[in-house]
């Protein structure tokens, strides 16, 4: 038998929540989260009898501010349409959502694959409402096994915007690349806190498999992938699955398939409830949303430098690695204060040495809050250029750093307290240092005067000690001089 | 001169002097209806309490000299039972609704309240406003004042009774294709369906949104251009709501003169399939007009009688099965118990709603499936399309048009239930005034040989209802503002 090669084909459906301080049509808050369940409703987001929807125009805002940051062909006219179909989350028992004319078309996002470079295009990019949860749950409480189900209509009514990419990521590695490079746009932005565990960022896929060369095969949607990680894994998984069927000879069903993490499989979901006709049609309650030229001007221009343009210039203009580019622009706030210690009068070199380890690691940490500089730019920038200048070593700079951190202080007062002097230590205090350190450990500077040291190990030893109380501020070559002239002499 | 026979305008004029009190006033128009409710079923909800203490807040007002400027003090007023006030059931005539109590005001109860007036009762409907006889009502149907035998026409029935029997001097109902109109002609008042938007939606329970709109009966002129006044504001809870200025319209009419004004009569309406009486009641009215100055003009509106029927019975339905879609017997409302979701919904909606809502929300459904959406739904909009322009194209060339409010007088109890489409067929001369958003009145033309009411319709081009009024008024000098029904004393 011949081994045929397989193409795989993905194509994603991100949902975003976007973050305005009221739902799409009602006054209620967009934050729902830990709120008591049905807490944040009004008779419109419940859709009683008799209410009508006003369309929140700073999701409007937010939704044009991504359509330009993809580069997306804004409607100056768009519409909402009514997507009919019945389950208890939906109050309406329609979403209002857009269909034939969304609010852009077009546009791409670059993501980083093994290969370097590559655009993904998108489709189309609309404005919807949220439904609300169902919480199953039995008499005693449990959720498994449920008898009765309750809904929670809070996040009903919440703004989303659907971006709909073109089939055009091969491996679901790039997948996760994509959502990647989404979320960090909905951050920059300001748009979404594109949070997936929290589902304020929400992924579905279609994939197909097809022999190379061949048309396109069958798609399956897949959904239910809660993280990055079950989005990689549902689609190996999935991958895997439809290349043994294909090589068997059988054929793909088209279908929805659920992502069950713990068992790390896809499962079927064909019930008829699944089986919509959604007899989409205009909203009549809705007039056509007809966006100014001024609107879509001042939504371009309130546009951040993006992700990859960012990343582009660090690239070129302080020749970052790759890496390091991908760092620093991981986060727009990091970025952003990256930039203004630099122009604090930081040399780049070591700055960007500081920003990747002792910056990022206090804020893994949670010393260090991007959002909120724990530690103001002109201080981080006079103490990056002392190390530069060898006027305190790295150890030095990294205690004055931290007991910044820890003692809310200033950079002359940390300095002190962490008994660092600039320039390093004067000979009488190294002198001391190394008496001291003699002292303490006679036992080891008998063997090394018996001449057993005959490997140096141990005055490497007592180097070392020396170093440590001193923080690192003395010289090596003048810690050993003085350890000899002090042992021997 | 008993209350019942005061307008609006006298009554309000009466309590602010001082000369009447507005308990006076409530506590007779509970005596009326207590007389003749009996016989009439013209109300599904009475609000004796709350009127009642309305009233004394009214009387202790205008007793500190305050309110003065309230354009409708003391006035009652019935509203249709499709429009919400807070704490009051809103059942639409509909099993469905009939325990479920609204928690807001609609937009036109807040103007009204505002505006000094008291409201009494909520009014008989065919169920979801569907239907021309006020038979398709889950709280049996109401009989016309001037003939127990017969029907007051509908859906709004129960208001046009109300001030037909001299209940009260004005009523609200809403129009989707007749709904005011034609139960006005039936019971002999005026009814006027405002143009779409000039009146806000908010709270009125959704039949067919796109061509819903909430308007006056009264039994003068005067009373209906004082209506328009108070109800026809902006209000932004209504996105389809007008944003332009509405002129005064009781000033508007003051001393009306239409020398001049060109008077449009279609001549293929007044031939087959009309009621020969009701054909001589528009030739009489058009001699008022002419006889005051107007001039006549013959117009053609091409197919638009023939195509406005089937084209409105795809629209309305489609627009009403997704709009009735939310009454699931999750949230409020009926609900009958299942062990499952679906039953749950089967058993609820085929016991909430009666049969002329199941047709129409079947029809509805079906026009919007896919694979039946553009040979009914999208031709439904393309005919919609064609009636517009027709009218627009008359309207180039007339002021107003007056026309036949019904094919005939209204009908007995019984004698169509069981032939929708003959039923359907009443509101011929009224449904295209709907989908072309108009305004159009339907004006007493005094009583037919068997003493039965008459009337005919005058509609203008959007936003021109200071024209209907002023020819309104002129043939109210001739025929005689609205008489009391016998059967309501
Ligand atoms: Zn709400």
Redesign the interface.
Known sequence: MVSRKYVTVIGLEVHVQLKTNSKLFCPCSSDYIGAKPNSNVCPVCLGLPGTLPVLNKKAVELALKMSCAIGGNIQKESRFHRKNYFYPDLPKAYQISQYDRPISFGGKIPIRTADGKKFIGITRLHLEEDAGKLVHATSDGRLHGFSSSYVDYNRAGVPLIEIVSEPQISTPEEAKEYVLALRKLVRYLGVSDGDMESGSMRVDANISMNEEGQPLGVKVEVKNMNSLRALQRALEYEQKRQMEILSSGGVIIQETRHWDDVRGITVSSRSKEEAHDYRYFPDPDLPLLVVSEDLIEKMAKSIPELPWEKKERYLFEFSMSEEEAEILTSQRELAQYFEEVLASGAPVKPLVNWMKTEVIRSNKEGKFDFNNPEINPQALAKLVKFLDEGKISNTAAKDVWLVMLDNKVGLEEAMEKAGVTLGGLSAEKLESIVSKVLDQNQDVVKEILEGKDTKGKKIKFLMGLVMRETRGQAKPQNVEEMLRSKLHG | MSVRELSAREIAGLVKRGELKATEVVRAVFDEIKNNEKKLNALITIMEERALKRAELIDEKVAKGQWKEKALLGVPVVLKD???VEGYP?T?GSKM?KK?I???N?GIVDYLEEAGTILIGKSNMDEFAMGSSTEHSAFGPTSNPWDLERVPGGSSGGSAASVAAGYVPLAFGSDTGGSIRQPAAFCGVHGMKPTYGLVS??????F???LDQIGPFTRTVEDMALALDVIAKHD?????CWTGNRPSYSEAILNANIKGMRVGVVRDFMEEGLDDELAQAVEKGLGILVENGAIPVDLNLGDIKECALPCYYIIAP??A??NL??Y?G???GLREDADN??DQ?IKTRGKGFGDEVKRRIMIG?FV???GY?DAY?LRGLKARKYVCEKFKEAFSNVDVIVMPSTPTPPFKKGELVGDPIQMYLSDIFTLPVNLAGLPGISVWMGLNSTGLPMAMQIIAPKWHEVRILKAAAKIEETIGACPLAPGGE
């Open positions: 499709n429009i919400c809103t639409c609704l479920w609204s928690p807001y609609a939606r908010y709270g009125l329970v959704a067919s949104s796109s932004y809870r209504d996105s389809t489609a627009e099965s997704s879609a939310r699931d999750v949230r409020y979701l679906l919904y459904t919007l499936s896919s959406y739904y």
